[in-house]
């Protein structure tokens, strides 16, 4: 009986496809038409999130900071950091490039907002599981 059931559900979802019109299917264009470049030095972003209040995007990059867009009129500001971000001066510096700084400075590879709290976690291949508040700063 389970079969005759799917059979018959299998075949009017067809017959409904192939009766309705193209123009009432909706669909969704696969072009991306808008493009956020990073700033210069820094390659990313492997992770991307949106705090509760619907900003950002918020990437990680190579440099070791969590960057955070702030619209065209800002672009992209440091939102958060690892402890050595401004202790070591190779990871402000741009004299080198940042991928060969990575184990000295950090590199965010995931990125998670708590709903309950605005923290962000933030998934480190150096450092490891960072948080920072709401507010961002020091991880």
Same mark, same amino acid.
């Given at each position: 009986m389970g =079969?005759?059931? =799917? /059979? !018959?559900? @299998?075949? @009017? #979802?067809?017959? @409904?496809a192939l009766l309705l019109p193209a123009s009432f299917i909706k669909t969704t264009p696969t =072009? %991306?038409?808008f493009h956020l470049p990073l700033p210069d030095g820094v390659t990313g972003a492997e992770s991307l999130a949106f705090d509760r209040r619907g900003q950002g995007p918020y !990437?990680?990059?190579?440099? #070791?900071?969590?960057?955070? %867009?702030?619209?065209? /009129? @800002?672009? %992209?500001?440091?939102? !958060?950091?690892?402890a050595n971000y401004r202790k070591i001066p190779l990871c402000t510096a741009s004299a080198v490039p940042s991928e060969q700084t990575e184990s000295m400075c950090g590199r965010p590879l995931g990125l998670q907002f708590f709903a309950m709290t605005g923290d962000l976690y933030i998934a480190d291949a150096y450092m490891g599981l960072m948080k920072?508040?709401?507010? #961002?700063g020091e991880a």
């Open positions: =079969r005759i059931k =799917r /059979a !018959a559900s @299998l075949l @009017l #979802g067809v017959v @409904l =072009r %991306w038409s !990437a990680g990059v190579s440099d #070791g900071r969590v960057l955070k %867009w702030g619209g065209s /009129a @800002l672009g %992209w500001t440091t939102f !958060a950091h690892g920072v508040g709401p507010n #961002g």
